[in-house]
Nanobody
């Protein structure tokens, strides 16, 4: 049974940093693409960053390019999202996902089969 458990969320002031982690179990970690998505109140869930199974190729939403970095440690079965220069508009519940997403679909919600329960990120101005 695939399980994804996010951690690392919290409250931070604008300009600050957070690192999210997603611990995965129940499957061969290096076999699936993974992504980070976020959902703010009243908005749809959107793709933030995605990475291929080997952890080599990544894609980012335009709104986070240059500020967020996704990485994948296949030895630790853990996905990360380093978030720098945080803005109030980054406030949302952040979810990790895993699936057989091709590179051009890494930011597409429907390309993922498995989801964690989320971790809250709140950025104050």
């Amino acid at each position: 049974q695939v399980q994804l458990v996010e951690s690392g969320g919290g409250s931070v002031q604008a300009g600050g940093s957070l690192r999210l982690s997603c611990a995965a179990s129940g499957y061969t970690f290096s076999s699936l693409s993974m992504g980070w998505f976020r959902q703010a109140p009243g908005k749809e869930r959107e793709g933030v960053a995605g990475i291929d199974p080997q952890g080599v190729n990544a894609r980012y939403a335009e709104s986070v390019k240059g500020r967020f970095t996704i990485s994948k440690d296949n030895a630790k079965n853990t996905l990360y999202l380093q978030m720098n220069s945080l803005k109030p508009e980054d406030t949302a519940m952040y979810y990790c996902a895993a699936g057989e997403a091709r590179w051009w679909l890494l930011l597409q919600r429907d390309a993922y089969n498995y989801w964690g329960r989320g971790t809250q990120v709140t950025v104050s101005s």
